[in-house]
């Protein structure tokens, strides 16, 4: 194809990432989430590479966990959001899926199961407040799964602001959950990646690995400047222009050239997922060299001053997000966050797998 905009993922980079992360998990054992496809990156690609070195998979809902297992993945798969409908729960007992349990209505499907579960999930909500069973619920739970035939159950919490370990949420929820939740089940899991990097207290056998796995990394956070960018969204340059001072680029003339400027256009927009939002001098690399982002950005093409380059042709290499710049510092001209623009990414930006 012509069109010169791409993905790369880098699974070497992955491989880095997660050798990192299990040195911080310590004894505990690893999950990786690649629910929302690996937060684009390819959930079966990436969990097909790295599936001998991590102890289980976790996804958002059934239909992913079931693309798992259509691709060949044999390791547990855990379903965050748990069961939808009482077929769905038979299905995750038919393909051996862990279900994440949450609310009474499940319990009840438990029970009317013909094949038990092997292995049940139970959320307790310690102050997130999103999905869960109080604490004062959690002992009736573990028995009416128990009366269900289920025999091995494993209790988890969401820390709502993990990279925050001081913060008064933080350390109210880990209160709840060492009073009242942790010694309930033999197996526990509360660390997600930044509670792990963080040393959060609190039982905790498996850790849930995300957004760090793929190099993400949260309100430039110290402790992940070691993690690896995965993805790189690249394109070259399609065209490059001369305005005079005063002339304006793109829709709306939101930008205004201030003097005599060179501006080159590239063929990627938000039709493609780059962020509609981004503000101008939001930074992108051509040739080498970082450049402000001129204009706002149209369905299919941005527009980039490279006054300050010295030469710039048609087929210069740019990056949108990768090593430099990084996804978080996009997302941040943006007024978004790199999650979203990672997961946001069009199937018309073809995938390429590399190991370097």
């Not at 959060?200 to 995300?210: A, D, L, N």
Request: aromatic share 6%; proline share 5%; charged share 20%.
């Amino acid at each position: 194809m012509s069109r010169s905009t791409s993905i790369e993922i880098n699974l070497s980079a992955i491989d880095a990432n997660l050798r990192s992360l299990k040195k911080s998990a310590g004894s505990q054992k690893l999950i990786a989430v690649v629910k929302a496809n690996a937060y684009g990156h390819g959930a079966a690609r990436v969990a097909t590479h790295i599936e001998d070195t991590v102890d289980a998979f976790a996804v958002a809902f059934t239909e992913e966990a079931v693309e798992l297992r259509e691709s060949g993945i044999a390791a547990p798969v855990l379903v965050l959001e748990g069961p939808h409908t009482p077929s769905e729960l038979s299905l995750s007992s038919k393909l051996d899926l862990w279900p994440v349990l949450h609310q009474a209505e499940q319990l009840e499907w438990c029970t009317k199961l013909d094949n038990p579960l092997k292995h049940a999930w139970i959320k307790v909500d310690t102050g997130m407040h999103r999905l869960g069973f109080p604490p004062s619920q959690l002992a009736d739970v573990k028995q009416c799964l128990g009366e269900a035939q289920i025999q091995n159950m494993t209790i988890m919490s969401h820390l709502a602001s993990a990279e925050s370990p001081e913060s008064d949420i933080t350390q109210g929820q880990i209160r709840q959950w060492n009073s009242h939740c942790a010694d309930l089940c033999d197996t526990a899991s509360l660390h997600n990646s930044a509670a792990t990097r963080h040393g959060i207290t609190g039982r905790s056998h498996w850790v849930r690995v995300g957004y760090a796995l793929y190099g993400g990394r949260i309100g430039n956070d110290p402790l992940d400047s070691e993690l690896l960018p995965a993805m790189q969204l690249s394109s070259r340059v399609l065209a490059v222009r001369h305005v005079k001072r005063g002339e304006a680029v793109g829709y709306g003339a939101r930008w205004v050239a201030e003097k005599d400027s060179k501006i080159a256009t590239i063929p990627v927009g938000y039709g493609d997922g780059y962020p509609w939002a981004a503000a101008d001098g939001t930074p992108v690399v051509v040739s080498g060299q970082v450049v402000p982002l001129a204009g706002r950005v149209s369905m299919d093409m941005i527009t980039v001053d490279v006054t300050d380059i010295d030469t710039v042709e048609p087929g210069a290499p740019v990056v949108l997000w990768g090593d430099a710049p990084r996804v978080d510092e996009v997302a941040a001209h943006s007024g978004t966050i790199g999650y979203e623009l990672m997961t946001r990414l069009t199937g018309r930006v073809p995938k390429h797998y590399v190991s370097s």
